[in-house]
């Protein structure tokens, strides 16, 4: 089993519509856990940080599950500029950072 | 804005050859890392450092060597390229202590060995 798996999809989501998707981490000692946005052929680029409470930053969403031990990353109002591939990074406790496949998201018109 | 430079965006090589990717970055971060990217993979850390002629083997770090000679620049070597190191290269900063998960990327290097 994967450290850190990720559905890869791709998703393809209408415009305007909600999107959600969840990662899985195997470690339960992870403590700390975050979204990257990679655009393609371009470098990750930190989206946000998650929290044990959950924590929104505009129209995304971020929530932890310890005791099912997965992220989930919820964007509402989904834009075009929304599509790119989301990466899932949790940080073990060896302060080592573990990276998701990464799952891709289309938005379309 | 912190900025990481890599040398080259796209380098084609020949097996056996000696490599060199280079790193800069601009915001006196002490840790700086180097991946591999390949599809369905996720980012796969080679080596990393936490200051100036300190390194650590990352989870891949065979065929690989790197240097740090100074606090900006962290190099990634590739003593005698296989065809299986094909792959997207990335470099990234960090600041030490609090906070110093949020990693800074260059645009990544492009690497085919033929």
């Known amino acids: 089993r994967k450290e850190v798996e990720q559905d890869p999809g791709p998703f393809n989501v209408p415009e305007g519509a909600t999107v959600a998707f969840n990662c899985t981490y195997s470690n339960s000692a992870s403590q700390s856990f975050f979204w990257y946005r990679q655009d393609c052929r371009k470098e990750p680029k930190l989206l946000m940080s998650v929290y044990s409470s959950g924590n929104e930053d505009g129209r995304f969403t971020a929530q932890l599950n310890r005791a099912s031990q997965y992220i989930s990353l919820l964007i509402r109002d989904s834009k075009l500029s929304d599509s790119a591939t989301y990466l899932c990074?949790?940080?073990?406790?060896?302060?080592?950072?573990?990276w998701g496949a990464g799952t891709k998201l289309i938005i379309k018109p | 804005d912190v900025k990481v430079t890599q040398s080259s965006r796209y380098l084609v090589k020949r097996t056996g050859e000696k490599v060199f990717l280079e790193c800069v970055q601009d915001m006196d971060h002490e840790n700086m890392f180097w991946y591999r990217q390949d599809p369905g993979l996720g980012l796969r850390l080679i080596y990393f450092?936490?200051?100036?002629?300190?390194?650590e083997k990352g989870d891949i770090p065979e065929g690989y060597s790197v240097s740090r000679e100074k606090k900006e620049r962290f190099s990634l070597i590739l003593e005698s390229a296989s065809t299986n190191q094909t792959s997207m290269y990335l470099c990234a900063s960090s600041f030490r202590g609090a906070g110093g998960e949020k990693l800074f990327f260059g645009s990544g290097t492009q690497l085919s060995v033929l």
């Open positions: 450092s936490y200051d100036v002629k300190m390194k």
């Open positions: 990074v949790v940080n073990s406790p060896v302060y080592q950072l573990i």
